[in-house]
Structure formats: structure tokens, C-alpha cells
């Protein structure tokens, strides 16, 4: 049984860091690329950031270039979403996915390419 616990996400002021991580269970981690998206309240899911098996390849939203950074660590079945100079316009609950493939193509930005899910971990960013 595949599960993806994502952990981290509270309430900080606009400015401030956080770093999400998404533990997998279930699953050969270093065989599956790894995506975060996330959903703010009316809105659908977006695509945030994607890495491939390895971390040597990593793919962003232009709303998070140079603020976000994904990474992962096989050893510990972990990817990890760093998140600096947080905006309001970032809260949004954040959710890890895990894509059956070890490369990123520019399909990793849809949703329905990944095959397991997280529950999701809220991030609230006020001004």
C-alpha cells in the first residue's frame, strides 16, 4: 500500500520560510519522479515544482522561481519543498504526488500524470 504523508505546513507571516516534506511508504521512492502542487480555496489543484529520481532535475512554476526549492533524499524515502519569502498568495494547501516514471518531462505539470497522492498539509501566509 503506497502513502504519501505530507508535513509542515502552518500558519506564518508573509516574508517567512518553511519547509514541507512528503515521507512515501509502499513504493521503490528512487523508481517514481516526485511533484508538489497545491490549492488554494476556489481554486483547482496547481502544479508547484517537480524533481526527477535522482534531484538532478528539477522543473518550477514561474510564481516560485528563485523562492521554492525541491530536493529529496532517497535514503530516507523523503522530497522536501523549501519554501522562502513567502506571499499571502501562496496559502494554499500543499500536496505531494509521485509520477511511475524517474525523468521530468513537461507533462509533470499535470495532475492526472501522477499516480499516488498525498492528503495534503495546509500553509496559511498572512500579510
Known amino acids: 500500500q503506497v502513502q504519501l504523508v505530507e508535513s509542515g505546513g502552518e500558519l506564518v507571516q508573509a516574508g517567512d520560510s518553511l519547509r514541507l516534506s512528503c515521507a512515501a511508504s509502499g513504493l521503490t521512492f528512487s523508481s517514481y519522479a516526485m511533484g508538489w502542487f497545491r490549492q488554494a480555496p476556489g481554486k483547482e489543484r496547481e502544479f508547484v515544482a517537480a524533481?526527477?529520481?535522482?534531484?538532478?532535475?528539477?522543473y518550477y512554476t514561474d510564481s516560485v522561481k528563485g523562492r521554492f526549492t525541491i530536493s529529496r533524499d532517497n535514503a530516507k524515502n523523503t522530497v522536501y519543498l523549501q519554501m522562502n519569502s513567502l506571499k499571502p498568495e501562496d496559502t494554499a494547501v500543499y500536496y505531494c504526488a509521485a509520477r511511475g516514471t524517474r525523468i521530468i518531462t513537461y507533462q509533470a505539470i499535470v495532475p492526472q500524470r501522477y499516480d499516488y497522492w498525498g492528503q495534503g498539509t495546509r500553509v496559511t501566509v498572512s500579510s
Open positions: 524533481i526527477n529520481w535522482s534531484g538532478s532535475s528539477t
